[in-house]
């Protein structure tokens, strides 16, 4: 069965440093998404992908943070340089779109720890 | 904006008991998702409906669109069933679902 991979499950890195998490979504699927879960908090959403640029993106997605879809079949979330508080599980999802009714797919999540 | 409310935020059961979370949100969705969430973290797709009543297995979710109210119901719950629920709706008519918004979640502990 497709499923969306992600990699890495988990990434420390010092502050201040840039780190780049990557997703690869169902093939043929069409709509990306990211989201991100503070430690005990309810999962948010980032920023949303369609036709190789953002549809949406919420008021997280501020300027340290950029997506790109490089090569067809990864789509990656960029964070330039970061903050102790970007420390999160951060959740990349795949959809097929071409309704308003279509399941979201999610990856396993890679774990940013930031110290 | 559209929030969603989860009820209640932890739950502790027995195995064998019937369990049954709640959600409710406060605008117009195009569909209502529940989500496992297990210690890992992973999450998973339970169901997605925007009317009626869904069955898979054990679990069965309902939503009632007019009182904006959707519940899950685990029935013979057992200790595997232990993890997070949660549940989201999707904002979006058109082409696609568009960002959900998620409730806080359940957490669910099923006793041996």
Known sequence: EPEVTQTPSHQVTQMGQEVILRCVPISNHLYFYWYRQILGQKVEFLVSFYNNEISEKSEIFDDQFSVERPDGSNFTLKIRSTKLEDSAMYFCASEAGGSSYNEQFFGPGTRLTVL | ?112
């Open chain 2, 1 to 112: 904006k559209n929030e969603v409310e989860q009820s209640p935020q932890n739950l502790t059961a027995q195995e064998g008991e019937f369990i049954t979370i709640n959600c409710s949100y406060s605008v117009g969705i195009s569909a209502l998702h529940w989500l496992q969430q297990h210690p890992g973290g992973g999450i998973v797709s339970l169901f997605m409906l925007s009317s009626g009543k869904k069955k898979h297995g054990r679990l069965i979710a309902t939503i009632n669109i007019q009182e904006k109210h959707s519940s899950l119901h685990i029935t013979a719950s057992h200790p595997r069933d232990s993890a997070v629920y949660i549940c989201a709706v999707g904002t979006h008519y058109g082409g696609s679902q568009g960002n959900l918004i998620f409730g806080k979640g359940t957490k669910l502990s099923v006793k041996p």
